[in-house]
């Protein structure tokens, strides 16, 4: 049902849609760490349960602030204008 919310936002076009599905993400995170991994839940080994999510999260931070990074320094390299302009620029090729 959250996922349809957050769907019937964006299409909907909301004014405020990109701070629904942050809200709705972040319920989305709770209700699954509860309901289907048990992290939340009373148990008698919170201590295991700390490691495997701290180390999710430094998992996924890793890979999202990584991706950002390499699609930010691929496009900075990648784009065929500044190629071209720095060709001219150096190369005198293209005149």
Do not use: C
């Amino acid at each position: 049902m959250l996922t349809l919310a957050a769907y019937f936002a964006v299409v909907s076009n909301f004014p405020n849609a990109l701070l629904i599905i942050f809200v709705l993400a972040v319920i989305q995170l709770f209700v699954q760490m509860v309901f289907f991994l048990h992290l939340l839940s009373k148990s008698s080994d919170r201590n295991y349960n700390l490691a495997v999510l701290t180390s999710t999260v430094s998992i996924i931070l890793i890979v999202v602030i990584g991706s950002l990074w390499i699609m930010r320094h691929l496009n900075y390299n990648m784009t065929p204008d500044q190629m071209n302009d720095y060709m001219l620029k150096t190369e005198g090729v293209g005149k």
